[in-house]
């Protein structure tokens, strides 16, 4: 099972917009509404930002905002601010066979 | 408040077996599914590996990657889950993370993390 495929690096500057992809198979990302992203400061542990590739759980700002077409999701963070640096993660489910496969990350510069 | 707390950090050699604790508060650890990840350590993080599941009945299922020297079980009068990873090799260094499932509309299945713990780093070296 392949690791999702992310851009290496995404950046803006406070207040921008920046929207990067997560593309997967017709076997994850592509078969299932069950796309999730998670966000990563150093040293801490992933943080749940968007599930079911739209939802955003309890206290996660809306500035961050998820999609999907076909075998491709994104996530776009708007308004940018410097808490959002931060590498993200992308997720999806793949059935039971391989039900967990993550993307490769993006790091998230705030210029 | 709802937490997910694991054991301290660890070194093993190369063929021994790790086990990891993930103590639960603030909710009934049997009413979710429970799951394991790993991230190997590395500049700018590493990416995420899924390890396996254990199910509110307690049957766990694995990832085929470790299936055969990993096992997931439940404390059920604590809560406490664990994860035991057995022939280690350099390849399993790497920070092991317990997480909760999310509970769907009517399901135990949300098909995502929303509560991790704090990460075990577990060190593989002769």
């Known amino acids: 099972q392949s690791a999702l495929t992310q851009p290496p690096s995404a950046s803006g500057s406070p207040g921008q917009s920046v929207t990067f992809s997560c593309t997967g198979t017709s076997s994850d990302v592509g078969a299932y509404n069950y796309v999730s992203w998670y966000q990563q400061h150093p040293g801490k542990a992933p943080k749940l930002i968007i599930y079911?590739?739209?939802k955003r759980p309890s206290g996660v700002p809306n500035r961050f905002s998820g999609s999907k077409s076909g075998n491709t999701a994104s996530l776009t963070v708007s308004g940018l601010q410097l808490e959002d640096e931060a590498v993200y993660y992308c997720c999806s489910y793949g059935g039971r066979r391989f039900p967990y496969v993550f993307g490769t990350g993006t790091t998230v510069t705030v210029l | 408040q709802v937490q997910l707390v694991q054991s301290g950090a660890d070194v093993k050699e190369p063929g021994a077996s790790v086990r990891v604790s993930c103590e639960t508060s603030g909710f009934t650890s049997t009413n979710y599914y429970m799951h394991w990840l790993r991230q190997a350590p590395g500049q700018g993080g590493q990416g995420l590996e899924w390890l396996g599941i254990i199910y509110t009945s307690d049957y766990p299922e694995y990832s085929q990657k470790f299936q055969g020297r990993i096992s997931l079980t439940r404390d059920t009068s604590t809560g406490t889950v664990y994860m035991e990873l057995s022939d280690l090799t350099s390849a399993d260094t790497a920070v092991y993370y317990c997480?909760?499932?999310?509970?769907?509309?009517?399901?135990?299945?949300?098909?995502?993390?929303?509560?991790w713990g704090q990460g075990t780093l577990v060190t593989v070296s002769p």
């Open positions: 997480a909760r499932e999310r509970l769907g509309s009517g399901t135990y299945s949300g098909y995502a993390f929303d509560i």
């Open positions: 079911d590739v739209t």
